[in-house]
């Protein structure tokens, strides 16, 4: 087979990319090792910055998700019990953020490429890129028994954190930054109504906590745990008495509580690596770069990474820019650095470390200090919007 892109991975990168170059008439293919459903099974994250939402308009795929999507004009963190009120519209001068869930985005986009004349291959073993940086790579994979090769101009690495295009690549070319932190967290989905219209962002004696939902009937309910709890020994009952005692007052005592749909821990971690590509083939997403989730940032920079791909290639091809693609992973990581600190800073001031030292008494200030005056706010309020996306030239 042979295609221009080959695309490694089928969550929200894979498909978007995929779904944006369709749109342009550049063919690719897509392979993913797992199957749809357990794709659309993985609950993850829920607020989507403008630029994702503008990005999915362009690709013709926000039909639901402008329809469905809620708009958030305001973020609410409550640090000890008082509230603090973050106006993200009259901060950013209009910008908000859309609450609608990742496992939404990706059945819209696995609509789309079903309705679309492009491959995918679902269950596709033994994938591996080949010959990256030749003028000629390559990909394999296995299905059903039989072994498949398809020859392209790129390859897009959209394969996550545990993929296999990172690991592809030489040693000695990648340098990885990474910080690990002592905490999880532990998350539970239910069909109860949110306790809040706004998110609420919870920093307690207890441990951080945050309040989201997926819709006016689906919450979305959040415990820092320490790095070795087992998900075990959470049951609901206890996860409902620990949220109670964590949250405000007026929350707890509004807080309907009800069986989980879903419950796991995921732990918390920052890690980048440079640069986001190897000769053709490129790392996009979860593959080229993790964030705890405190600042919402780990699939708006999954999208930034597809909008500046995306545009490079549109680029290479239509107007012949051969001295673009080379170029990807400089213009990427400017924005991946910014959510990459965003996530850290916000993650450390909002969560309890467990060391009682003095960088927790810093920790407090500094929250403390960003939530004091207005000028401060909008420093938050910017980033939690979305920083712009930079312009391919
Ligand atoms: P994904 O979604 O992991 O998809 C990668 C795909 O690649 C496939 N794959 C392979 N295919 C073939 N061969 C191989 N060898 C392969 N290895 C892997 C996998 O099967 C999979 O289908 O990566 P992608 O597309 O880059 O998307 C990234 C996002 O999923 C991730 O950044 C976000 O979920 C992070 N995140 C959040 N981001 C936000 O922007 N806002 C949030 O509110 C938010 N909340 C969260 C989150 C992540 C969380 N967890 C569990 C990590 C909340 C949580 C709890
Ligand atoms: C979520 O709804 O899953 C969510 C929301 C905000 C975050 C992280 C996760 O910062």
């Given at each position: 087979m042979r295609t221009q892109v080959a695309i490694i991975g089928s969550g929200p990168s894979g498909l978007l990319l995929g779904q944006l170059l369709n749109q342009q008439g550049i063919n690719n293919i897509i392979l993913d090792r797992v199957s749809p459903d357990y794709i659309l099974g993985r609950i993850r994250a829920g607020v989507i910055e403008q630029g994702f939402v503008d990005l999915m308009t362009e690709a013709g795929v926000a039909e639901r998700m402008l329809r469905e999507g809620e708009i958030h004009h305001e973020v609410d963190i409550a640090v000890h019990g008082e509230y603090h009120s973050i106006n993200l519209l009259q901060l950013t001068g209009g910008k908000s953020v859309t609450v609608y869930g990742q496992t939404e985005i990706t059945q819209d986009l696995m609509d789309a490429r079903n309705a679309s004349a492009q491959i995918s291959y679902y269950g596709a073993e033994n994938v591996a890129p080949h010959d990256?940086?030749?003028d000629n790579p390559y990909v394999t994979f296995e299905k059903d028994g039989e072994t498949f090769r398809i020859d392209c101009d790129y390859i897009a690495g959209?394969?996550?954190?545990?993929?296999i295009c990172r690991q592809s690549i030489?040693?000695?070319v990648l340098t990885e930054y990474e910080r690990v932190y002592p905490f999880g967290w532990l998350g539970l989905l239910s069909d109860t109504p949110p306790v809040n219209f706004e998110l609420i962002y919870v920093k307690s004696d207890e441990g951080f906590a945050l309040c989201s939902k997926r819709s006016a009937s689906r919450s979305r309910y959040y415990l820092q745990v320490p790095l070795?709890?087992?998900?075990?020994?959470?049951?609901d009952d206890r996860f409902w008495t620990e949220l109670k005692n964590r949250l405000p007052d007026d929350a707890a005592d509004r807080l309907v509580t009800g069986p989980s749909i879903e419950k796991s821990i995921a732990p918390l971690r920052s890690f980048v690596v440079e640069?986001?590509?190897y000769g053709r083939m490129f790392l996009l997403g979860d593959a080229a770069h993790i964030v705890p989730p405190t600042g919402a940032k780990g699939l708006n920079l999954a999208a930034s990474d597809v909008n500046t791909l995306y545009r490079i290639l549109v680029k290479t091809y239509?107007?012949?820019?051969?001295?673009l693609a080379a170029r990807y992973s400089e213009i990427a990581l400017r924005r991946v650095w910014n959510g990459v600190r965003f996530s850290w800073w916000m993650t450390n001031m909002l969560?309890?470390?467990?060391?009682?030292?003095?960088e927790d008494k810093i920790r407090d200030s500094e929250l403390n200090f960003f939530l004091a005056s207005e000028h401060r706010r909008r420093i938050l309020a910017e980033q939690y919007v979305g920083l712009p996306y930079e312009d391919i030239e």
């Open positions: 990256m940086n030749s959209c394969d996550g954190s545990h993929g030489p040693a000695g070795d709890e087992k998900v075990e020994n959470w049951s640069p986001m590509q239509k107007e012949g820019r051969q001295d969560h309890h470390f467990y060391s009682d030292s003095i």
